[in-house]
Nanobody, 125 residues
Framework: QVELVESGGGLVQTGGSLRLSCAASGRTASSSAMGWFRQPPGKGREFVAAINWSGDGTYVTDALLDRFFVSRETGKNTVYLQMNKLKPEDTAVYYC??????????????????WGQGTQVTVSS
């Protein structure tokens, strides 16, 4: 299992930017693919972005591709989500996820995946 700690959430005005961080620790942290999900108020959890263990393979969901960017600092086992031009509909709890493979980050709901506790992002209009 991988332990994940998110940070960087907060309150921002429409059009602003935030960078979320997710620090991973544990025996398999450096070899795990990682990603971000979000859960808007009253809705289900949705996929945002994923990155492979080496950081050279990334995927951001189409609807966010022009505003959100995922990156990884391998030496620190930390993944970042840069969010630009934020909109009120981006308001959500953002969760970090780790799993053995890129596809498992995106699709797995099983015990091989680890989740962080979440960080709140609120975008005011």
């Amino acid at each position: 299992q991988v332990e994940l700690v998110e940070s960087g959430g907060g309150l921002v005005q429409t059009g602003g930017s935030l960078r979320l961080s997710c620090a991973a620790s544990g025996r398999t942290a450096s070899s795990s693919a990682m990603g971000w999900f979000r859960q808007p108020p009253g809705k289900g959890r949705e996929f945002v972005a994923a990155i492979n263990w080496s950081g050279d393979g990334t995927y951001v969901t189409d609807a966010l591709l022009d505003r959100f960017f995922v990156s990884r600092e391998t030496g620190k086992n930390t993944v970042y989500l840069q969010m630009n031009k934020l909109k009120p509909e981006d308001t959500a709890v953002y969760y970090c996820k780790a799993a053995p493979s890129f596809s498992q980050v995106r699709f797995s709901t099983g015990p091989e995946a680890s989740w962080g506790q979440g960080t709140q992002v609120t975008v005011s209009s």
